[in-house]
């Protein structure tokens, strides 16, 4: 079916920022392949040979791509990377990081993320982390059985199909159900355990530091349990580096010293135990593929030096330390040049490879990316020729041969709203316009609804400094709040914690208690901020934390429980601010924070200014007060139903809703969510229905400032 102008209701050039690399569908044939090339033959180096390897490959030097300017395809490339290797690799991108002295719990944290993903994201299919379960304990199992298990006579012709299913996780369900529960019933042997752990180092030479049994037991329950089993939630959580209750040590069997995420450690510890747990994670990848990490947004980082010098210390410890993983860092030129490289220390510096370059489109592939564009959306050959007439794109490049491939984007969604002769020109986009079409892109993004300290960190600390005579700082002498808001009378502390231990948040409410003893007379008020994704806390059998955490609130210490669309709110705002540093919008960082800091004033006023002096003595009377909880501007939000799932952990629609969806979409093309939803007759399906796009190849969801438009997409 061919379209006219006139009926389209996206744009097809509006959306020039890779918000995930995941999320690149296009190539301009030839663009930028000399930087895919060298990436990928890095990767080969250091891919060669086959699993599993006799022992772990060598890290390689962090490859540097460096953009001449904004919009050269930085997260373009890295999406290409990631669609080259496929399954050969397991990828993890990377947003700044904000606490310096967190920097690898960060990394962990993000890597975990990932690992919990599917490698192609649709619903059903294993999460990366069974596959890499199952990939690494069949292989390990396999060493062991080509010597022979006592008192197991199918060990020895179990180990052809072990090695298929360590290459091969995603065999015949019926047959690979049957050895990966032979796999646990070993592993959980005590008595072969201790061999198995020995063939790890006698054999590949993969050394865990005297953890091998607790990462096979750790493995196995990745591999046995279902998505949401006890087992595998205490796996993910030792995997994060936190501590276990005695009865999620049991169900793992591991040895008390194993649970090694102690209730109070401080900062620094848990930075360490995160960095061992990485470790283990790049030495294990020996038996199943290496990993890929990938630094992006790197202007986060250029008003910080202590966040620079960070930086320049996880790369040489990367490449020092951390076996069978390739490092990718981009940057843009002038700020790599002037604001980032300057404080990178010069042996650091030594880690990283000689500048990537990245290319601009000329008019060749110009011409390819706009017909591909306008062909997605089903408009044919006549308004191609409308399009291109009068010498347009050659216009566009003369007098220069090259363009970024944004600016060419942006050139033509330009002509496009010139064609559209029913519609009167638009003006260029708000800052209020371009806030809210983040918030759609970010709802439609599953990745970007996670738990991530760094981003609220990033809120607490820049959307904070908006207030006037502020000091924000972040203290060396604490152990869990890691930054502050003071002014003479009055101070804000801020405690960023994913996790749920009664331990953890016994010693985060003491240090609390010990700060609001130290003020005097200055007012005093300590947050710790949690999504919907994160377990409840406090639990109603703390009963050991209860007397120390009811203490801390009647001196001022919250934990904030933010709704979904508070979480689409912060992390929009990151997702601007990004790409105004990055130059991706018409405004500056400067007035697009300035901005965020004035929209986002009440929310910051109420959290800072709320009266805790007036708040203990009624928590002490054990009187309600009438408080309404800290809220955000409901500005352009929609309310989530309290029962709909964690944005982060929604499932898809049911088969029929589904066939419902991709019927309408057949048909119309192009449809505003409202439309869909009512189709299905419930809106309180949105976050369903937005996983299912985000799976399924032939559809897709373009955010706009206004509403969410899902589009039929025409596959090969």
């Known amino acids: 079916?061919?379209?006219?102008?006139?009926?389209?209701?996206?744009?097809?050039?509006?959306?020039?920022?890779?918000?995930?690399?995941?999320?690149?569908?296009?190539?301009?044939?030839?663009?930028?392949?000399?930087?895919?090339?060298?990436?990928?033959?890095?990767?080969?180096?250091?891919?060669?040979?086959?699993?599993?390897?006799?022992?772990?490959?060598?890290?390689?030097?962090?490859?540097?791509?460096?953009?001449?300017?904004?919009?050269?395809?930085?997260?373009?490339?890295?999406?290409?990377?990631?669609?080259?290797?496929?399954?050969?690799?397991?990828?993890?991108?990377?947003?700044?990081?904000?606490?310096?002295?967190?920097?690898?719990?960060?990394?962990?944290?993000?890597?975990?993320?990932?690992?919990?993903?599917?490698?192609?994201?649709?619903?059903?299919?294993?999460?990366?982390?069974?596959?890499?379960?199952?990939?690494?304990?069949?292989?390990?199992?396999?060493?062991?059985?080509?010597?022979?298990?006592?008192?197991?006579?199918?060990?020895?012709?179990?180990?052809?199909?072990?090695?298929?299913?360590?290459?091969?996780?995603?065999?015949?369900?019926?047959?690979?159900?049957?050895?990966?529960?032979?796999?646990?019933?070993?592993?959980?042997?005590?008595?072969?355990?201790?061999?198995?752990?020995?063939?790890?180092?006698?054999?590949?030479?993969?050394?865990?530091?005297?953890?091998?049994?607790?990462?096979?037991?750790?493995?196995?329950?990745?591999?046995?349990?279902?998505?949401?089993?006890?087992?595998?939630?205490?796996?993910?959580?030792?995997?994060?580096?936190?501590?276990?209750?005695?009865?999620?040590?049991?169900?793992?069997?591991?040895?008390?010293?194993?649970?090694?995420?102690?209730?109070?450690?401080?900062?620094?510890?848990?930075?360490?135990?995160?960095?061992?747990r990485l470790r283990g994670l790049c030495q294990l990848a020996s038996y199943y593929r290496p990993f890929v990490f990938c630094f992006d947004q790197t202007e986060f980082y250029a008003s910080d030096v202590g966040l620079i010098k960070t930086l320049g210390n996880c790369i040489d410890q990367l490449y020092v330390d951390l076996p069978n993983h390739l490092t990718v860092i981009t940057a843009n030129q002038e700020n790599w040049v002037t604001e980032i490289q300057p404080h990178i220390a010069p042996p650091q510096r030594q880690r990283m490879s000689p500048e990537i370059a990245l290319e601009g489109i000329r008019i060749g592939g110009a011409r390819e990316l706009i017909t591909e564009r306008l062909r997605e959306y089903g408009l044919g050959e006549s308004i191609l020729e409308k399009f291109f007439a009068g010498g347009w794109l050659e216009g566009v490049f003369s007098p220069i041969p090259e363009l970024g491939v944004r600016a060419l984007l942006m050139r033509a969604a330009e002509r496009f709203r010139s064609l559209q002769t029913d519609r009167p020109p638009a003006p260029g986009p708000?800052?209020?316009?371009?806030?809210?079409?983040?918030?759609?892109?970010?709802?439609?993004?599953?990745?970007?609804?996670?738990?991530?300290?760094?981003?609220?960190?990033?809120?607490?600390?820049?959307?904070?400094?908006?207030?006037?005579?502020?000091?924000?700082?972040?203290?060396?002498?604490?152990?869990?709040?890691?930054?502050?808001?003071?002014?003479?009378?009055?101070?804000?502390?801020?405690?960023?914690?994913?996790?749920?231990?009664?331990?953890?948040?016994?010693?985060i409410a003491d240090e609390a208690i010990r700060m609001a003893r130290a003020q005097g007379d200055r007012a005093f008020l300590a947050y710790v901020f949690r999504t919907p994704d994160l377990a409840k806390v406090p639990r109603p059998t703390w009963s050991a934390a209860a007397a120390t955490l009811d203490e801390a609130k009647t001196r001022g210490f919250h934990i904030v429980e933010l709704t979904p669309d508070q979480m689409c709110e912060i992390h929009a705002a990151r997702e601007l601010y990004s790409n105004a540093l990055q130059g991706n919008i018409a405004y500056s960082g400067t007035e697009t924070l300035a901005w965020l800091q004035a929209r986002f004033v009440p929310f910051l006023k109420e959290i800072a200014f709320r009266p805790a002096a007036a708040e203990a003595k009624k928590a002490n009377s054990g009187k309600p007060d009438g408080k309404k909880p800290v809220t955000m501007r409901p500005d352009h939000a929609s309310k989530s139903p309290p029962s709909s799932p964690s944005p982060a952990r929604a499932v898809g629609l049911d088969d029929a809703a589904l066939r419902i969806v991709l019927d309408m979409m057949r048909e119309q093309r192009i449809a505003d969510i409202s439309a869909v939803l009512d189709r299905l007759g419930s809106r309180d399906l949105r976050d369903r229905l937005l996983r299912s796009v985000e799976a399924h190849p032939n559809l897709k969801a373009h955010p706009g400032p206004q509403t969410i438009y899902l589009q039929w997409r025409i596959t090969a």
């Open 1 to 276: 079916m061919t379209r006219s102008l006139a009926t389209i209701q996206v744009n097809p050039f509006e959306d020039d920022v890779v918000r995930e690399p995941r999320e690149v569908s296009f190539s301009v044939p030839g663009l930028n392949d000399a930087p895919l090339n060298t990436l990928l033959a890095e990767f080969a180096a250091l891919d060669a040979g086959t699993v599993p390897r006799e022992r772990p490959a060598k890290a390689r030097k962090a490859q540097l791509v460096v953009s001449p300017d904004r919009g050269y395809g930085k997260s373009h490339l890295l999406g290409r990377v990631f669609a080259a290797l496929g399954r050969q690799a397991t990828k993890v991108y990377l947003r700044p990081f904000q606490d310096p002295y967190k920097a690898w719990h960060s990394i962990l944290l993000l890597t975990i993320q990932e690992l919990d993903r599917s490698d192609d994201d649709k619903p059903g299919t294993p999460s990366q982390l069974e596959a890499l379960a199952v990939g690494t304990l069949a292989h390990v199992v396999a060493d062991f059985a080509e010597d022979g298990i006592p008192d197991r006579a199918e060990a020895p012709q179990a180990v052809a199909f072990l090695r298929k299913l360590g290459n091969n996780s995603s065999l015949p369900e019926a047959e690979t159900r049957k050895w990966i529960k032979w796999l646990g019933e070993l592993i959980a042997d005590a008595s072969e355990i201790g061999r198995l752990c020995a063939r790890l180092k006698a054999r590949r030479h993969v050394d865990l530091h005297g953890r091998e049994k607790a990462w096979l037991r750790v493995f196995a329950a990745c591999a046995l349990d279902g998505p949401y089993g006890e087992r595998r939630t205490a796996a993910l959580k030792w995997l994060r580096a936190e501590p276990l209750e005695p009865d999620e040590v049991a169900l793992l069997r591991i040895d008390a010293a194993s649970n090694d995420g102690a209730g109070d450690a401080s900062a620094q510890e848990i930075n360490d135990l995160s960095f061992r």
């Open 430 to 507: 708000s800052l209020d316009d371009l806030f809210r079409l983040e918030v759609n892109g970010v709802r439609a993004k599953r990745a970007l609804l996670a738990y991530n300290q760094d981003c609220l960190m990033w809120f607490a600390k820049d959307i904070g400094r908006g207030f006037s005579d502020i000091t924000i700082s972040r203290p060396q002498d604490r152990r869990y709040f890691s930054l502050e808001w003071r002014w003479p009378d009055r101070q804000v502390c801020f405690a960023f914690e994913g996790g749920d231990h009664w331990r953890r948040w016994q010693a």
